[in-house]
């Protein structure tokens, strides 16, 4: 079962804190994204296996962009 | 210190005040009233390219 | 050696016509640049604003004076043509990105909450003594909005200019203090965590489309209210057409930064001695922190009292947004919002009454122009 993480809003990849294949469980930090000036941490909503990561560092994103795939 | 212009404060108030809210009010109603016609265009534009 | 001689070099030096005023202008000036250079408090406009008013408090170097350097700037930038206001909202406009205004058009109403602010602080201001077009210049402080507190204040009351455009940055710079607690204090914890429906997105069209129909609203029903609108809504179709990419980046960056230059330094050439050191400025600075606490107050208030009637309930943090100080308004509601609940992400939301809150504030200044202005 394959879980899709998006971005709740539009803006640039800080960090990326995960790699393939960790376990995360809810609530992890999963990514920074900076939007408006401000730091945004992304947490995860459910627990499970990074299966693709599909951002980098400095990327830009737009809210409602995937992010990132849990297995 | 001169007497305050209470009557003439009071009709800046009430045109002022009034004015900002209706005028966004009436911002509002036609924002609601374009997005309904964008989408309306859009859609046109969506059927015209299918049926082509 | 003649005495006379020696009098006539040293009555052309300065130093022989410093005030005590003048040196305490000094203090305020450094303290303003400190400000901008330590704490990053609005540093744009008060390092310049800090300079001008070192460099006005040197007597005898006349900047000021007529046909010299800095009137000159004044003179046809701010006093007599009042252009540079509206060449600052030309930028802003083209950095603004109207799409969460559009997807929920309600949140207009939050940016017009704000302005109770700006008429609470104008009943103030007549109680404490102010004439009434100084008690609207002071009052549209609570819009917290720079350039249009300056364009009003220029044509309303050029006297106040100094003490109510540093009052005006000052406390946007205070923004992230100041409102947490108000928001605290009328909201509760569940409130808070109120989570947003997603905004639907917002098709190119109609980001092309709003400024057109927001200028033709607005200057049909305030024309008065023209050169600021206007030309925030004119940078914003910049930005949205997307063909005129080096029109918008110019606007945002490079005319928004000559602009500002010159604004900062004009602000505070404004601020000599004598017209600053006044208990006026002290109750400016008092009923501008009023009205930016009310302005809040209100905002919040007007989200709660609207949750009365929606189905999808507003977070009523983004009430406090609805002051303009774009985007630190904002982005406190968001901070505030997430100390409850991590995960909640309000701040696309709240830029809606964000932005409208600027709108809402140079549409009460075009209002205060056509009552006040003879």
Redesign the interface.
Known sequence: MSVEVMS???GKILEVYVQVGDQVNE?DELFSIE????Q??I?A?SSGIVKEIKVKQDDEVK??AVLLILE | MEPIPWEKAFEVFFVGFGGVFGCLVILQLSINLFSKITHQIENIGKQNKGKK | MDAGLFYQLVSKMGFYHLTLGNILMWIIGIILITLGITKQYEPLLLVPIGFGILVVNLPLTDLMKEGHLLWVFYHFAIDRWDILPPIIFMGIGAMTDFGPVIANPKTLLLGAAAQFGVYATFFGSLLMGFNIKEAASIGIIGGADGPTTIFLTSQLAPHLLGAAAVAAYSYMALVPIIQPPIMKLLTTKEERKIKMKRLRKVSNLEKIGFPLLATIVICLLVPASAPLVGMFMVGNLFRECGVVERLSKTAQNELINIVTIFLGLCIGATMSAQVFLKPGSLYIFFLGLFAFCFSTAAGLLLAKFMNLFLKDKINPLIGAAGVSAVPMAARVAQVVAREEDKKNFILMHAMGPNVAGTIGTATAAGLFLSMLLK
Do not use: R, T
Not at chain 1, 35 to 38: E, F, R, T
């Open positions: 709740p809003i539009s609530d939007a408006m000036k401000m945004n941490p947490y909503d809210e409602d």
